[in-house]
């Protein structure tokens, strides 16, 4: 059985950072693309990035500059580092996982990370920036 468990979240004045940890269990963590969602109260989700199990990462256009992606394959955990952090950052963050993303290079990831298109979802984790 595929498991996502979010963790790191929290309350964070403006300007800081977190770092957010994907730990995952079940399935064969280079086959699969983890990438991270969030959602704003009232609003839609919107996607972060994700990163292929050969390690290529892919961000949202709207999302480059203060969040970086890493994972560690021996952890199988992918983090998701967030600096400058601003009150619209205020979200449940996800981090969501889709098979056959071995490759950064293949088109089938590019696709699916562009348009948010994942298998199997952890729970989320509450991140709150005060102004």
């Known amino acids: 059985e595929v498991q996502l468990v979010e963790s790191g979240g929290g309350l964070v004045q403006a300007g800081g950072s977190l770092r957010l940890s994907c730990a995952t269990s079940?399935?064969?963590?280079?086959?699969?693309?983890i990438g991270w969602l969030r959602q704003a109260p009232g609003k839609g989700r919107e996607g972060v990035g994700c990163i292929s199990g050969d390690g290529g990462i892919h961000y949202i256009d709207s999302m480059k500059g203060r969040f970086t992606i890493s994972k560690d394959d021996a952890k199988k955990t992918v983090y998701l580092q967030m600096n400058s952090l601003k009150p619209e950052d205020t979200a449940v963050y996800y981090c969501?996982?889709?098979?056959?993303?071995?490759?950064?290079?293949?088109?089938?990831?590019?696709?699916?990370?562009?348009?948010?298109?994942?298998?199997?979802w952890g729970q989320g984790t509450q991140v709150t920036i005060s102004s």
């Open positions: 079940g399935f064969i963590f280079v086959d699969y693309a």
């Open positions: 969501a996982a889709f098979h056959g993303a071995a490759h950064y290079a293949s088109s089938y990831y590019q696709r699916r990370c562009s348009l948010n298109l994942y298998e199997n």
